[in-house]
């Protein structure tokens, strides 16, 4: 079988889900949608197309170079053709030359709406086309004038639906799905459930001091709300760490503002490993993740899979991985009142957190194994093929 990934390359998503495939013997390309960006060091078994630069410091051996942005002359300097600033066209080209069983655009901006793109203007029978449905794509962007079209267009247009859970895919028929919905599946695939066991730190979750903010703020996220509500908890936060991830130049001030105003340490740390990620969950009582759209926000999973009490926005699909209130908290992504409220619950009961602990262990054994999920993705990628 041989499947061309639209993606963007530099993803870590797109990393995890195309190693899935690892073993299988399939063919498996992927055109990068963020040429420039270039891909994940952590590809592996791949041919690369439309990448901008003629090698890559740091990838596997195994990952293989095929069409890039702009062919090259023996002299190394680009010949000159109109139509190869155009994504489109290059996306097309690579298509035609490749011929693949299935395409799989990984998320609707911009990978999805490129293929779409081309779809419109293919001259032949286009291969059959998956559109998987990452984050906000459809509950964030559907609701937006500037994609609304966009949306409908890739949706009646693509001939497979895949997203991660129940509230997409009636989004995705409530945006005009004509094809099948494919089972749900995390974006990022699962656990190596025995390996990160190692990460999590002994003893009841309720021993924890530590606590995990996802530090993304801009039109999504909303980690100022978060680090306002942690103030408003100061007063039962003496012993306590913060440590705040992903946080960008804003973030980081307000988050020293917060330690001079309170005393209690808090770091900005820089991007780290998935490995030392969850090796922080482990360690942690809370893990906090705000923002006004997601799906399964990988945060969520990586915090219930080690151990850590989830607060999470209601605007996620969290209401179908925790219950609220049991094995975790679902806030109002804007509401600091809301979100101190469900951390002061969280620091001052440590029956729920650790039998928060308990339900959310088990919920992960049941439905995060890694090697069950890669024989559910493999087997849906053979669905497809057959036409089923």
């Given amino acids: 079988m041989r499947l061309l990934f639209v993606a ?47 090698q890559v410091e740091g990838l596997h051996e195994s990952v293989r170079y095929g069409d890039r942005s702009w062919p090259l002359l023996k002299d190394n300097w680009p010949t000159y053709h109109p139509s190869w600033n155009d994504q489109a066209w290059r996306l097309a080209r690579t298509i035609r030359k490749l011929q693949p069983d299935i395409i799989h655009s990984l998320a609707l901006q911009p990978a999805s709406y490129l293929t779409w793109d081309v779809k419109r203007e293919y001259d032949g029978r286009f291969p059959t086309w998956v559109v998987t449905n990452w984050g906000s794509d459809i509950y ?124 209690i340490p808090v770091d900005c740390i820089p991007r780290v490993p998935h490995d030392e990620m969850l090796r922080l969950h482990g360690s942690a009582r809370i893990s906090i993740g705000l923002s006004i759209g997601d799906a399964i926000s990988t945060s969520l999973l990586e915090g219930m899979a080690m151990g850590s009490f989830p607060i999470q926005s209601h605007t996620s699909c969290g209401d179908e991985w925790i219950r609220c209130g049991e094995s975790g908290i679902l806030v109002h992504p804007e509401d600091p009142a809301e979100v101190a409220r469900a951390i002061r619950r969280s620091i001052e009961d440590d029956a729920l957190i650790d039998r928060a602990a308990e339900i959310n262990e088990r919920t992960v054994r049941e439905r995060l194994d890694g090697a069950v999920i890669r024989e559910q993705v493999i087997a849906t990628y053979e669905r497809v093929s057959a036409g089923a």
């Fill in 140 to 263: 964030v962007f559907g609701r937006l004038a500037e994609h609304r079209t966009k949306v409908r267009g890739v949706l009646e247009s693509c001939d497979y639906y895949m997203c991660e859970c129940h509230r997409d895919v009636k989004l995705g028929h409530d945006f005009g799905l004509r094809g099948k919905a494919l089972p749900i599946l995390p974006n990022t695939g699962g656990f190596d459930l025995e390996r990160i066991r190692q990460f999590r730190q002994p003893g009841p979750t309720s021993s924890r001091r530590l606590i995990l903010l996802k530090g993304y703020q801009g039109w999504a996220g909303r980690a100022l709300v978060g680090l306002r509500a942690l103030e408003m908890c100061a007063d039962i936060l003496g012993g306590y760490r913060i440590v705040v991830y992903l946080a960008g130049e804003d973030v980081k001030l307000a988050a020293e503002l917060l330690s001079y105003a309170t005393s």
């Fill in 8 to 54: 963007l390359g530099e993803s870590v998503h797109t990393m995890r889900w195309t190693s899935q495939l690892d073993g299988t013997g399939w063919d498996i390309h992927l055109f990068l949608a963020d040429h420039w960006l270039g891909p994940h060091r952590g590809l592996r078994n791949i041919t690369l197309h439309n990448t901008a630069y003629r």
